[in-house]
């Protein structure tokens, strides 16, 4: 039998053959993904890039085997090595992600303890992006190298690799300052995915972590869009840096003559009650007292940032209401004294300053301590100068 006729029988037998083999390896991992989770990701997600990459390079041998010298057989060749070498990378990196989204799966952010996990996946988050960029050049990379006239001026391309790399350097300036700067953040633990942060006045949480932007969902549903390098060079507030429980406070204002006691032990029945308090911070302070009122601060604890929220204005709710209901009189209120007074004799007025009480009310004069202050900050006192005779 004539090549004409052998050649492509044979690559067809061949394609068909790498299909059966693929078909008969993804049912018997299917079979084992009853009872394993690992092998249901990867009948899932490994199965066409599997059956690309052993077809292709079934089909590539077999025409470098059976199909002889027809035309354009090198450029035929060639294409079928590039789409092997794609097929390749395309099976890495889903074998790549299974592994990852097998770490995620295992490390679970939808817990109330889920420090360790939120680290873990912000860190797998930014490999995948990597990976995936790593993949790619690669791949790009390797396909280039195939063609013999690319191949000739690579050692033209090292040799002014440098030259190259200083200019790239100084026009992507800021782009590979935020790269480097997502990096460091993924590895560093200042910020973690699901971390509450306050950053620029709004407060959120960490939504999204890339190797150039970072995403802070705003408790109202926006999202602010802030480059990874604003983290690494500006100061914000990470409330979840440690631990998920967080403090806050509730503040209410209240007469003088409140009684404190009864309201904090409202405040210990309020949270007893209440499903978002974790049970260890629960404490009532005065923290001023001036205009006429003193200030009460209700110091709670709860899980996380979100369940504080709502603790704090259930607090603030229940506090208002009891003392409306029980301590009317502890409601702020303006004190005003009136009398008539009786006219005063005429008296000659005396300059600002003079008297008893003005060298009390001096800083920078009035006495040994003002004058030292007055000399540091305004200098030595001119001396006038001597007249001549």
Known sequence: MSSVVTGPLAIVGAALAAIVFVEIVHWTVKRIARRSPLAADLARTMHKPFLATVTLTTVQQAV??????FPGRSGVVHILVLLCIAAAAWLVGATLLVLEDMALAKWRTDVPDNLKSRRIKTQVVMLRRVTVAAIVVLTIGVMLMTFP???ALGASVLASAGLISVVAALAAQSTLG?????IQLAFSDAIRVDDVVVVELEWGRIEEIT??????QIWDDRRLILPTSYFTTKPFQNWTRTSSAVLGTAEVDVDWATPVEPVRAELQRVCAESDLWNGK???LQVTGATDGVIRLRALVSANDAAALWDLRCLVRERLVGWIWQHQRAAVPRMRAELEKAAPAPAQRAEPHGDGAGSEAARVFSGGIDGD???VVFGGPVP???ESKD
């Open 383 to 385: 001396v006038a100068p």
């Open 372 to 374: 030292a202050r007055g």
């Open 281 to 283: 911070v629960c404490v």
């Open 64 to 69: 470098r085997i059976w199909a002889g010298d």
């Open 149 to 151: 006239d690319i191949r």
């Open 211 to 216: 190797l150039t932007y970072v995403v802070v």
């Open 178 to 182: 935020n790269v480097f700067a997502g």
